[in-house]
């Protein structure tokens, strides 16, 4: 899928506010920016809303799907997820572009965690 079809769709787990009492993770990168917000329940992850700066639209459309993975998950493995990733956008050209996005994500995951 192409990072703009996937915009099409809809975003289901962007937020334009930060919330307040959750699990909370950022990372900047250049001009990226990219906060992670993550809420568990007995050691899984129940939800998992993001906000990023709007002008990349791949750093948008990599942290909405990766959100989606994580719901429900109880342990995170990081390849695993990098490689859905990298799959499920396998028809974007700039393919450096969508694993740099990713690592983002990651990186504020690790912190969002307590893993960085």
Do not use: P, W
């Amino acid at each position: 899928m192409k990072v703009d079809e996937y915009l099409k769709a809809g975003l289901k787990n962007e937020v334009s506010e930060s919330l307040e009492g959750l699990m909370y993770g950022l990372c900047k990168e250049g001009c990226h920016r990219l906060e992670l917000f993550i809420k568990k329940e007995n050691d899984a992850i129940v939800d998992c809303k993001f906000k990023a700066t709007k002008r990349c639209k791949k750093l948008l459309a990599v942290s909405d799907f990766l959100c989606e993975e994580l719901k429900g998950k109880t342990s995170i493995d990081k390849n695993a997820l990098k490689q859905k990733a990298l799959e499920h956008f396998k028809e974007e050209k700039e393919k450096d572009k969508v694993e740099n996005r990713i690592d983002i994500f990651l990186s504020a995951l690790d912190e969002a965690l307590g893993k960085a």
